[in-house]
């Protein structure tokens, strides 16, 4: 009996392999794989509750690829970044950011870092906090880039420091003068538009539905007739243009589109589905395009982009290189992740996961963070 139980036993050896074998085997490699020391300092003010969705894939990325602060410290999504810090208090939170910083003490902390990376400032407001009915304005309660970021974002591109920055950093509630001036340091131009993907429109059927976009939608055409899937771009103006599917575009949702052989030498799949809210931008030429939007327009739908003073493809993601510093800038709100990641510390994870999430599943994050971002 004891025999035929080791033999039993013997012969299961490839699945203790893959269960534990691997796995071992994958930790002790990211454990003697050398870290790097990089300090990096990290702008995000739509942190309403203790989730810090966006920026914690940011920092998961840290911790993977082993990056530490020169101090030889770790980074941690709870506390190392700037803007809103939540508290579950009657006062939600507060705030520590560059405000009341001098221009001096902004640029000697620039000296101290190697990459500035703007993940979010749109803020947070009231309806973080509670419901808000149809009609009634969330009011904003801190967010927006402010002349702070301003000169923090001037002294690192003098300073030759690296600088990502990300969809929302200069649209809606960043005033008109400080996003002139975001637009000036990182040489691209906000067309006013901004576009999300929603697989249905029907605000009976899809709860999920901004009320701020029903109410301002019903304010301009009078009422709220929209229905099935369909893209949504709203100006800063208020003005608010729907794209239905199969009648403006044929594509099932946002694709993100990469030139196999580009220029920047990335290896990304050349088509990746994005839902999520995006930026319509115009670059200078000094840019090189990453990956690209391609809603997939019918002709109606290229008619309609025209009118609206927007081109055919959107930048999505660029890069370029100013005085030997590069410089990054996301149309996108890549960094926003909701969910559980998991510890980082096995060696190979994101080979795994883009092995298990199928790139053109757009209902799920994980498969776009996994196999893009």
């Known amino acids: 009996m004891k025999e035929e139980l080791k033999l039993f036993l013997i012969r299961l050896w490839p699945i203790w392999l893959i269960l534990f074998g691997i796995p071992l085997l994958s930790f002790c490699i990211w454990l003697i794989k050398p870290g790097s020391t990089l300090d990096i300092l990290v702008v995000d003010k739509t942190v309403p509750n203790f989730q810090y969705r966006e920026h914690k894939s940011v920092f998961w990325i840290f911790d993977y690829l082993k990056i530490k602060k020169s101090s030889d410290q770790s980074y941690h999504a709870e506390k190392d970044y ?103 340091l990182m040489g691209v131009k906000w067309t006013g538009w901004i576009a999300r993907f929603f697989d249905e429109l029907d605000s009976v059927q899809n709860k999920e539905l901004p009320r701020w976009l029903l109410s301002q939608y019903v304010e301009q055409h009078k009422q709220y007739d929209l229905a099935g899937p369909g893209l949504i771009f709203v100006k800063d103006s208020g003005e608010i243009e729907a794209f239905l599917y199969e009648r403006d575009f044929i594509n099932n949702t946002p694709m993100i589109r990469t030139q196999k052989l580009n220029k920047a030498g990335y290896k990304l799949p050349e088509l990746v589905p ?54 990054f800038y996301f149309s996108g709100d890549f960094a926003d992740f909701g969910g559980a990641l998991g510890t980082p510390s096995f060696q190979g994870l994101p080979f795994l996961w883009r092995g298990l999430y199928v790139a053109t599943d757009y209902t799920d994050r994980n498969s776009f963070f996994w196999n893009y971002y």
């Not at 939600?92 to 001098?102: A, C, E, Q, T, W």
């Open 274 to 327: 994005y839902p999520d809210w995006f930026d319509v931008v115009l670059i200078e030429r000094d840019y090189q395009v990453i990956s690209y939007f391609d809603i997939g327009p019918t002709l109606e739908g290229v008619q309609k982009l025209r009118t609206m003073g927007l081109p055919r493809f959107f930048p999505a993601s660029i890069v370029r290189t100013v005085d030997g510093a590069r410089q």
């Open 82 to 184: 700037l803007g809103f810090f939540p508290n579950g208090k009657e006062d939600h939170g507060v705030i520590k950011d560059l405000r009341g910083k001098s221009e001096s003490e902004i640029t000697e902390l620039v000296s101290q870092k190697d990459v500035i990376y703007i993940a979010d400032t749109y803020g947070v407001y009231e309806d973080d906090f509670r419901k808000i009915v149809l009609g009634e304005i969330s009011q904003k309660i801190y967010g927006g880039m402010n002349l702070s970021e301003i000169e923090l974002i001037s002294s690192a591109k003098e300073q030759k420091k690296t600088i990502i920055a990300e969809y929302n950093s200069m649209a809606s509630p960043t005033s008109s003068l400080v996003r002139a001036e975001f637009e000036r």
